[in-house]
Nanobody, 119 residues
């Protein structure tokens, strides 16, 4: 069972930057894709960014141009660089990964890391 552990969250002023990391306990090469989600109390979890094994990326409209997702297979770690942060980016950010085997999809989640954007 692969475990995902996020780090890098914290308090930052509007316009600032943070880089979140997601470290996997095993090889991330086996994942078909990885991504970041976020959630605020009372709202559904929202997909923020995804990176597929081939390197293709997806971004939510709300973060396009400000966030950059990447991964380092050698370090078994995924990142998201978040720039020009806004108060509405405040949320718990979760790391996500999935594996497709035939018709089955297996998903993994981290425990979450809090990001607060406030002056």
């Amino acid at each position: 069972q692969v475990q995902l552990v996020e780090s890098g969250g914290g308090l930052v002023q509007p316009g600032g930057s943070l880089r979140l990391s997601c470290a996997a306990s095993g090889s991330i090469v086996s994942f078909n894709g990885m991504g970041w989600y976020r959630q605020v109390p009372g709202k559904e979890r929202e997909r923020v960014a995804t990176i597929i094994s081939g390197g293709s990326t997806y971004y939510a409209d709300s973060v396009q141009g400000r966030f950059t997702i990447s991964k380092d297979n050698g370090k078994n770690t995924m990142y998201v660089q978040m720039n020009s942060l806004k108060p509405e980016d405040t949320a718990v950010y979760y790391c996500h990964a999935f594996q497709v085997t035939g018709s089955a999809v297996r998903t993994y989640w981290g425990q979450g890391t809090q990001v607060t954007v406030s002056s």
